[in-house]
């Protein structure tokens, strides 16, 4: 089989506040939403707007630097790969989440120190943890 790419870029607004916990090892893992919009016009000149919702998880120092610096309505470049991964619940029903799986952040838009490029890779991407902590 020939090689393959999983690479998402997306910028848009942070859509709650990260949340940070830890897997049983201790690594730390970060998870929070962003909102991406686009916008355009139908064939009958009407406006339209549609938002799109992405879960995204850091994980190792990047979700440590996401908890401190993101928090929520926040601009913010992600860059990753997509990750399904799937979970049976109590009952029995099968559960799927896809989540965008980060390896860089950029701050945009207001910054806490005006002139300051915020712009954070994960040095630890090994994410083959199969103890996530949610």
């Excluded at 393959?4 to 940070?20: A, Y």
């Excluded at 919009?37 to 630097?65: D, K, P, Q």
């Excluded at 470049?77 to 099968?94: A, N, S």
Aim: net charge negative; with cysteine.
């Amino acid at each position: 089989m020939g090689r393959g790419l999983n690479k998402v870029i997306i910028i848009g607004n942070v859509g709650r506040e990260p949340e940070m916990r830890y897997t049983p090892s201790g690594r730390p893992v970060t998870s929070f939403s962003v909102a991406t919009s686009r916008a355009w016009v139908s064939a009958e000149g009407e406006r339209r707007e549609e938002t799109e919702w992405f879960n995204v998880v850091a994980w190792g120092n990047l979700a440590e630097i996401c908890k401190a610096h993101l928090t929520k309505s926040q601009q913010v470049y992600i860059e990753g790969r997509l990750q399904t991964r799937g979970w049976e619940d109590e009952t029995g029903k099968k559960h799927f989440r896809t989540e965008l799986v980060a390896n860089e952040m950029i701050l945009l838009g207001d910054r806490r120190a005006p002139g300051n490029d915020l712009d954070y890779q994960n040095e630890d991407v090994d994410t083959h943890d199969d103890d996530y902590a949610f």
